[in-house]
Structure formats: structure tokens, C-alpha cells
């Protein structure tokens, strides 16, 4: 499946027991995720995964 640089899917980042759910779940697009990683978001430094769904994006941050 080929995504347009529009299309949303869900972020997860950094979760951690005690994270509130709408600092680390969030819909984003490819131009946002582009925007986050100029902005200082890291593979090296950040956890996380990508869900098209929200409900995968919901139980993994939980």
C-alpha cells in the first residue's frame, strides 16, 4: 500500500507508566513526522511505533 504525504496514522512516543495519553499518542502525517525530526525527535534517543489504527496506538501507550 502506498501512503500520500496526508494520509494519518498514529504516533506513540516515549511511553512510560506514568504518561499522560495526549503527550505521547497523537495523529500525524508524513509532513509532521518530517516537522518532529527537524525539530529534534531521534531514532537513537525517542522509543516508539506507528499504528494505522488509533486502537493499536491506545493499548500501546497504556
Known amino acids: 500500500m502506498r501512503y500520500t ?3 494519518a496514522f498514529w504516533v506513540v512516543l516515549d511511553p512510560t507508566p ?3 495519553m495526549a503527550d505521547i499518542c497523537f495523529a500525524a ?3 509532521d513526522v518530517e516537522q518532529q525530526f ?3 525527535l ?3 534517543r525517542n ?3 506507528v499504528y494505522g ?3 493499536g496506538a491506545l493499548s500501546y501507550g497504556m
Open 42 to 44: 531521534s531514532c537513537d
Open 18 to 20: 506514568t504518561s499522560e
Open 38 to 40: 527537524r525539530g529534534g
Open 47 to 49: 522509543s516508539g511505533a
Open 53 to 55: 489504527p488509533p486502537g
Open 5 to 7: 504525504a496526508d494520509y
Open 29 to 31: 502525517t508524513l509532513r
